[in-house]
């Protein structure tokens, strides 16, 4: 099944991380990350993904900062950005998406299959 679709992945958290790249290498998506807002929007800009998870709360640059750069560059945006963060106020999930944010996940209710195939339909 190797659909080698890219994913790139912004995560400080590494253990996330590791978890995620595993989860979406296993089912053929070719992944790269980054620790933070500031080389994830180096990373974009320059491999242009099929999707974006993304962090909010990170050094250097946070998710939001990120999700507005995305939304104001016309090739970045049609890019479908999904939102892996602890933030689950009803506040940060509506900034997020009106930013541009196609679905939001909270991190600690996350379930790896079910975003997987979310991130399949969508990519």
């Known amino acids: 099944m190797a659909n080698s679709k890219k994913i790139v992945i912004v995560e400080d958290d590494a253990i996330l991380l590791k ?11 070719e992944v790269l990350s980054a620790i933070n ?3 994830g929007l180096v ?6 993904p099929d999707m974006i998870l993304l962090d909010l709360i990170m050094p ?7 999700l507005e750069v995305l939304k104001n560059d016309k090739q970045l945006s049609k890019i479908p950005v999904i939102v892996l963060s602890n933030l689950s106020q009803k506040a940060d999930i509506e900034k997020a998406k009106n ?14 299959n079910k975003l997987v195939e979310k991130i399949k339909k969508l990519c």
């Open 99 to 112: 930013l541009g944010a196609v679905d939001f996940y909270e991190k600690a209710r996350t379930d790896l």
């Open 19 to 29: 978890a995620l790249n595993l989860e979406l290498l296993s089912n053929g998506f």
């Open 43 to 48: 990373l974009i800009k320059k491999e242009k």
């Open 60 to 66: 250097k640059m946070g998710g939001f900062e990120v």
């Open 37 to 39: 807002g500031e080389s």
